[in-house]
Nanobody, 113 residues
Framework: QVQLVESGGGLVQAGGSLRLSCAAS????????MGWYRQAPGKQRELVAV??????TNYADSVKGRFTISRDNAKKVYLQMNSLKPEDTAVYYC????????WGQGTQVTVSS
């Protein structure tokens, strides 16, 4: 079992920045992928960014050049969000994947115009 705890969400004005953190605990594989997804009201959950244990990353087109995903070990991942827009408003979820998928409880990000 893997538990995920997210932090760092909040309210910010358009153009501002936030940094999300996700800490994993439990039985952590050295080979895994960790990522951030978001879900806005009335919309499906979508991928924001993912980083694999080898360091490769993928980003949604809508956040490329503004968001950066990073990790400092197999257990912690960050999402630096710059130049935030009102359309970035959503609940952001951390996901851990090895042989199974695990999700965090989500953290609200609200960007005011």
């Amino acid at each position: 079992q893997v538990q995920l705890v997210e932090s760092g969400g909040g309210l910010v004005q358009a153009g501002g920045s936030l940094r999300l953190s996700c800490a994993a605990s439990g039985t952590i594989s050295s080979i895994n992928a960790m990522g951030w997804y978001r879900q806005a009201p009335g919309k499906q959950r979508e991928l924001v960014a993912v980083i694999r244990s080898g360091g490769s990353t993928n980003y949604a087109d809508s956040v490329k050049g503004r968001f950066t995903i990073s990790r400092d070990n197999a257990k912690k991942v960050y999402l630096q969000m710059n130049s935030l827009k009102p359309e970035d408003t959503a609940v952001y979820y951390c996901r851990y994947s090895d042989y199974k998928d695990y999700w965090g409880q989500g953290t609200q990000v609200t960007v005011s115009s």
